[in-house]
């Protein structure tokens, strides 16, 4: 008989297998829980810290762009001054060279006033009076001597303003190059994110540099610059107006009483102008609305077309169904449905063809207006034409009676210009 053999080794007792089976899932669990808990807090402090950084990102953007606006808020406010400066001193430089051909010219209204006069004596019968125009051209030839020495001395203080605006645009035009600088820089960072291939981290960016100035001073020293040129452009302005007035006295004596009527005349032709430019206006928009409407009629039209047909298919739906066999015939989802869309498309084509109504209406109501605006458009061109003929006439009492010379291509190409909105409206009321 075989001997079963035995390898000799430790033995454990069932109760320590069984001790080590209960620690190792004791063990597995208690591991599972801290690393649960690990893994709970580790999200919590991703969530907190994600949302700083986001937060803080955000904030900081925000900030950038409330900068950019306000960098770009004062670059625009500079770009006005030097916008307006620059204007200033082409004035001025324009005033200046006015006053001086001004001076150099002095005989020249003195000339116009004694041809004025000249002309003013070829009136006849009631018309040959000593009215306040020919009072005002005798007062013109006193005035003349008066201007030369006021005009020299206007243009000595041009020539130094002119120096003293030519200095503030250096300044103003430096500190507008700074803001263009700094609306690039700051628009670069703006634009940065997580993928720009640019960004590294750098060495103490907290760092203040030198030269750093102080948001006061900054707004200050802008401020300072935009009130200093403003106050300049006025006292610019005050002087353009003293020249112009020094130069206009002469003139607005002489002629007091043709600029008065003259614009009279201007204004009228303007206000008619600006209402002939409305009419035309609301021609133009009424014949695009008619145009639109008589569109919006076509899709109605098309659109109660296919309603007829919806409704006949409805319709031969339901008589098919009346031939079901028996108890087939039953008024099942499909009938309730079927006759519903009856009613509902019985009801739509009836509003379609209520709203067709009102929109022919409409139209016939736009063709009316319209014929109302065509016919006060060629009455409004009558009138301009009028006035056109007016104005050209008063030329005679300014240009000499030997040089006057009538603008007849000019009047001919006035005349056409009033003349053919006029034939059109007829054409269009034909």
Known sequence: MAMLSVKPSQRFQLQDWHTNSYLLSTNAERQRNASHQIRQEARILRNETNNQTIWDEHDNRTRLEERVDTVNRWKEMLDKCLTDLDAEIDALTQMKESAEKNLQAKNLPLDVA????????????????RDPVEEELHKEVEVIDATKKALQQKISQTFEKLCLLQDIRQQLNSDHRGKMETLDIDRGCLSLNLKSPNISLKINPARVPDGSSSLQEWDEFSRFNKNRA?????????????????????????????????????????????????????????????????????HLEEDLHRKFLNLKLCHTRLESRTYRPNVELCRDQAQYGLTDEVHQLEATI?????????????????????????????CKANSMLLDTKCMDTRRKLTVPAEKFVPEVDTFNRTTNRILSPLKSCQLQLA
């Open 114 to 129: 004694i041809q004025c006069l000249t002309l003013r004596d070829s009136r006849r019968d009631v018309d040959v009076v």
């Open 350 to 378: 009836a509003a379609l063809r209520q709203k067709l109504a009102q929109a022919q209406d409409a139209l016939d109501a736009l063709y009316k207006h319209l014929a109302r605006l065509q016919a006060d458009i060629a």
């Open 230 to 298: 403003e106050a300049e452009m006025k006292a610019a302005t005050d002087l353009r107006e003293a020249i112009a007035l020094t130069i206009a006295e002469t003139n607005n004596e002489l002629e007091a009483q043709r600029v008065a009527t003259e614009f009279a005349f201007r204004k009228r032709l303007r206000e008619m102008e600006k209402l002939y430019s409305e009419l035309k206006w609301q021609e133009k928009n009424t014949l695009q609305e008619i145009a639109d409407l008589q569109e919006d009629m076509r």
